[in-house]
């Protein structure tokens, strides 16, 4: 099944999403990130972020469980996704205690020949926004979506 193109500019609604102290711990635990500064209100208190702030992959975390812009589309298989590329750019740090907006939007569709036959490439940006919007940071998925199995 080819993806449509015109699917560009399809966004999800704007949520909130509260980073709390548990969900940076669990998260640093589960990546075996063992930094101070993500754990330790003392020792991040005395560095340059004054005080605690999440990883920079948490934010990935800010789409788990949410709306997709992805979602909805007639015959979309998920088992034809491969996961192709991430890039993260960071406005600010993500704090815990903190609000933020986020919203994401198909920014990109097209089509490859590969090896293994047609692909197309889907990018997903996810924006996140504080309480003054002010932008916190920016996710760009590349999801690849195999078009014969």
């Known amino acids: 099944m080819a993806i449509d193109h015109s699917l560009i500019g399809k966004k999800t609604e704007i949520y909130q999403y509260e980073v709390e ?60 996704v491969l996961h192709g590329e991430q890039e993260y750019e960071f406005h600010r740090p993500i704090r815990p205690g903190a609000q933020y907006w986020v919203q994401s939007e198909i920014t990109n569709v097209f089509d490859r020949k590969g090896n293994s036959g047609a692909m197309t490439f889907i990018v997903v940006e996810t924006r996140a926004k504080d309480i003054d919007k002010q932008p916190v940071v920016t996710c760009k998925s590349t999801i690849v979506y195999r078009q014969s199995l």
């Not at 993500?38 to 560095?47: L, P, R, S």
């Not at 800010?62 to 979602?71: A, H, I, R, V």
């Open 21 to 80: 102290k548990g969900h940076i711990r669990r998260f640093v635990e589960a990546v075996g990130d063992d930094s101070p500064l993500y754990v330790n209100e003392d020792f991040a208190g005395e560095t340059a972020f004054n005080g605690l702030i999440a990883p920079p992959t948490f934010a990935t975390t800010l789409t788990m469980g949410k709306e997709s812009p992805l979602d909805g589309i007639e015959g979309f298989e998920m088992r034809r």
